[in-house]
């Protein structure tokens, strides 16, 4: 059995459904991701892991053993909030010591505890300080210590980065990918930026509607993405309409309209070639520069197609240009319809 | 569920006993009959007192003067607090705050405080008087006149119209106020057309509050307005502590406090229809 | 950095003269060492200072409203605190009602209030005494320790209460090293604000107290309806004062501009 399985979970408000039958086995020391849109049951799913919302239905089983409706006290699980929730009266060392006090660790012991974790997240010199007077990326790093000294068997984090600008924030993700190898503590991170998911995770669970629609290795997810909705979720992808051949390979619909298959096509996946060469012809509509990469707005007898092509010091194509459009058949990757609407 | 009900226990036992249960008493008490031999007459029943009230001339001369002078002191507050609000607003640091607390901070000493330095003031050998005979004019009847009241309670009621108009200003963006300068407004235009549209909720929750108050005042009108010049207040001091009816004063206190509900509340559905959509408040 | 033109500016001194002036001549009025209501013209003197502190009667009433502000913010705040935490925490049916109710008394005129508990008070037997005086004083005053008690709690990060819980607080536990704290200034302000309006208030005061408990406001009312003569301005000036002592130290708490203009 795994280290942290849910069973079936499920949370009802009133008719609406927020969590629906959802079944997660998380291994010990792995580190998990849950990614959905805003509103698609991951807090809340989080939430009822931590003990803070009532579950309806189904179980919650750590280590074997079902807290479903243990008080959050007694789960001693360690949560990171998203707002960080750390206690404004309180110093770093009062924050971090506060879990540790509440176990009632003699004073020596906590002392030691504490000088180790503010040293894992490299704290040890802002001890003193209140809240108030750190940066974002420092508190976020107070949360983390003080969920981790208590040495929880499973650390929970939620939208740990949503409140950090962007260059922190990839920092931070490095930072607590490191903190969590060291430890090698268990966690699950809820977040709903799909790039900070595929970054950190040993294995990505996307939610849609309160429901799980895949669950996979980060680039499995990216590759064989399941639906059309994970597809255009996580990373950029072209759809195309497509039907199966004589052989039962999938081909691009040519002739317009819809075909019986909907194939994505990743924008990097697509090579730019001569005009009158490739598969499809087209006409750039439109550029745009991001530094590493290009990416072209193609108008093509398949419809707008969106291609990245990395910045190999090459000049760059110029609006109008005519070009052709090249790809693996084997790169195409069948989708299968939603099962939910969002 | 029930936490809620535990932790809000101690304030329901109070409020029962001490808010709900005095005030039904009095709204019974205002049916009861009184004589003046043998006082209140629990088991009798009248509807003598609310007939008084509406019929007697002295008690209609009454509410009028506390209806007419409490609207003219709303008014006044209303010319004189928005304008100041605006001004406040429009300060710099540190003067702003250094004047919104002067403003406000009659708020928290004594109205009796109040009204006495007012009486110091208009006197019959007061400052003011002493300045118009310092200029040559012929000293005014000044103190226990509607004046007097008036004023005084411009001055009680100012803080409480400042504080909602402050408060609405604060919320007001300032660069809608530059985006109109920008397209062409003129400064009394953006005023005009941006500022006040956007203050009225708390220009109508200012009067709400100051009428309210303004029209249930005791001690301005007890120690400003003399023997001869009463208020619906003062009058319900007289009943009960002077001719000791108090089914008549339970009956004026009841009509005061209903009259005060209901303006209230059809205000508050007036300023909420008009301005709970366009503003959100 | 002022955009008032000198129009407004001009308006604005008439304003604060206005607000100002009877304040101030109450304060200059107590320094007379004439025995009528005048400005100080020949020089100042404290007799009329010195006059208040041979009054037994105003003595007492200081006294009196001291002891019942004390009382009666206290026991407003030990009502009020559970209640803001119930109606900010819990949702339970009646939750409106209930905070509509404890809020009332700030749109009930006092008189009324007056009148209502003195008969309550009569039927009882008990008007007059101080435990009943300071009870009504907490009815009218604990709307004021509610309202900043309930915008604390509500502005405080609910995730943090979570986060003491996760870690293993309890719900007594909870409250004294993580609730309380982070809503102390809103009960400290909330404590003062109910301090200082008990203090005032008259209107109601009147109606249930008797000598033996009348509070300061009420006596002052009362000898400023029989006399006049400075010992009056003495004593408001000794209130003003007061006041002014009590203000800095709530603006030192809880920030005197978030009490009255209710800025957070």
Redesign the interface.
């Known amino acids: 059995m795994a280290f942290l399985q849910l069973n079936a979970l499920s949370k009802r408000y009133g008719a609406v459904d927020a969590v629906v039958a959802t079944d997660l086995a998380v291994e010990k020391g792995e580190f998990v991701s849950l990614l959905g849109p805003s509103g698609c049951g991951k807090t809340t799913t989080l939430q009822m892991i931590?003990?803070?919302v009532d579950v309806s239905g189904g179980q919650i089983l750590l280590d074997g053993r079902d807290i479903t409706h243990a008080?959050?006290?007694s789960?001693?699980?360690?949560?990171v909030?998203?707002?960080y929730?750390?206690?404004?009266?309180m110093s770093v060392r009062d924050n971090v010591a506060?879990?540790l006090k509440?176990?009632k660790v003699p004073a020596v012991e906590i002392a030691s505890k504490v000088k180790q974790v503010l040293e894992l997240v490299r704290l040890a010199p802002h001890a003193e300080r209140y809240p108030r007077e750190l940066s974002g990326g420092q508190r976020q790093r107070v949360?983390l210590a003080?969920a981790l000294v208590?040495e929880p068997p499973v650390l929970l984090l939620d939208e740990p980065l949503s409140n950090l600008d962007a260059n922190l924030r990839e920092e931070m993700q490095f930072e607590i990918r490191r903190i969590q190898c060291t430890v090698g503590i268990t966690t699950l991170m809820v977040t709903h930026d799909q790039a900070e998911a595929l970054s950190i995770s040993d294995r990505v669970v996307v939610m849609q509607a309160g429901r799980v629609t895949q669950i996979d290795v980060p680039y499995k997810l990216y590759e064989h993405p399941r639906t059309r909705f994970i597809s255009d979720f996580v990373g950029k992808a072209n759809m195309l309409a497509g039907d199966y051949d004589a052989l039962g390979t999938p081909q691009v619909r040519h002739e317009g309209g819809d075909g019986e298959l909907t194939l994505s096509l990743r924008p990097e996946k697509i090579q730019l070639v001569d005009a009158g060469t490739g598969r499809v012809q087209g006409k750039v509509l439109d550029r745009y520069f991001f530094g590493s990469q290009w990416l072209y707005r193609i108008h093509t007898s398949l419809g707008e197609i969106t291609v990245v092509r990395s910045n190999d010091g090459s000049p760059p194509l110029g609006r109008g240009t005519a070009v052709g459009l090249q790809w693996h058949a084997d790169l195409l990757r069948v989708l299968a319809a939603d099962e939910v609407h969002p | 569920m029930s936490r809620g009900y535990l932790l809000s226990l101690p304030a329901l036992v109070l409020f029962a006993g001490l808010l709900i249960l005095p005030l039904g008493l009095t709204l019974v008490l205002s049916f009861n009959v009184f004589d003046y031999q043998v006082g209140v007459k629990a088991d009798e029943w009248t509807l003598a007192h609310y007939l008084a009230l509406f019929s007697d001339a002295y008690f209609y001369e009454i509410f009028w003067r506390t209806f007419w002078i409490s609207a003219l002191v709303t008014l006044l507050c209303v010319v004189i607090g928005v304008p100041q609000a605006y001004i406040l607003s429009r300060m710099g640091t540190p003067w702003r705050s250094i004047f919104l607390i002067l403003i406000l901070t009659p708020l928290l000493i004594s109205v009796v405080v109040r009204a006495f330095g007012w009486s110091l003031l208009l006197g019959a050998d007061g400052l003011v008087n002493q300045v118009i005979q310092a200029l040559g004019g012929r000293p005014l009847k000044l103190l226990y006149t509607p004046f007097a009241v008036i004023i005084a309670l411009v001055h009680v009621m100012l803080p409480f119209m400042i504080i909602p108009v402050w408060t609405s200003l604060q919320k007001l963006d300032p660069s809608a106020e530059q985006a109109a300068l920008s397209l062409g407004a003129s400064q009394t235009t953006v005023m005009r057309k941006i500022v006040l549209p956007q203050v009225m909720p708390g220009v109508l929750s200012g009067t709400l509050i100051v009428f309210g108050l303004a029209a249930s005042s005791f001690a301005i009108p007890g120690l400003l307005g003399g023997r001869r010049l009463k208020m619906v207040a003062t009058v319900v001091y007289d009943q009960y502590l002077s001719e000791l009816n108090w089914p008549m004063g339970a009956t004026i206190a009841v009509v005061l406090l209903l009259v005060n509900l209901l303006i209230m509340l059809s205000w508050n559905r007036m300023v909420e229809g008009r301005y709970k959509k366009s503003l959100g408040v | 950095m002022s955009r008032n033109g000198p129009l407004a500016l001009g308006f604005h001194t008439v304003v604060v003269v206005f607000m100002m002036a009877p304040l101030v001549v109450v304060c200059l009025v107590a320094f007379t060492p004439e025995n009528t209501l005048s400005l100080p013209t020949s020089g100042f003197s404290l007799r009329w200072f010195r006059a208040v502190f041979e009054r037994a009667d105003f003595i007492q009433a200081f006294y009196n409203s001291l002891i019942l502000a004390f009382t009666a913010a206290s026991l407003a705040t030990l009502i009020a605190v559970p209640a803001a935490l119930a109606i900010s925490r819990y949702a339970f049916p009646g939750r409106n009602f209930f905070s509509a109710l404890f809020l009332s008394p700030i749109i009930i005129p006092h008189l009324v209030l007056g009148v209502a508990m003195l008969r309550l008070f009569a039927l009882m037997g008990v008007n007059g005494s101080f435990t009943w005086l300071m009870l009504a004083h907490v009815v009218i005053i604990t709307p004021y320790v509610l309202r900043l008690v309930l915008a604390a709690a509500i502005g405080i990060d609910r995730s943090a209460e979570q986060a003491a819980e996760s870690l293993g607080a309890g719900r007594f536990t909870l409250f004294r090293l993580v609730t309380l704290p982070m809503i102390l200034p809103g009960v400290a302000g909330g404590w003062l604000l109910a301090f200082i309006n008990s203090f005032d208030e008259v209107t109601l005061s009147i109606f249930v107290s008797s000598p033996a408990t009348q509070t300061l406001p009420v006596r002052m009312y009362v000898y400023a309806t029989e006399s006049i003569d400075p010992m009056m301005a003495a004593v408001s000036a000794l209130v003003i004062a007061l006041t002014a002592a009590t203000m800095i130290v709530l603006d030192r708490v809880y920030g005197l501009d978030r009490v009255l203009v209710g800025k957070h």
Do not use: N
Not at chain 1, 75 to 79: A, D, F, H, I, S
Not at chain 1, 85 to 89: R, V
């Open positions: 931590a003990g803070f008080k959050p006290a789960r001693g699980l360690g949560v909030f998203q707002s929730a750390l206690f404004p009266h506060f879990g509440m176990r949360a003080r208590i």
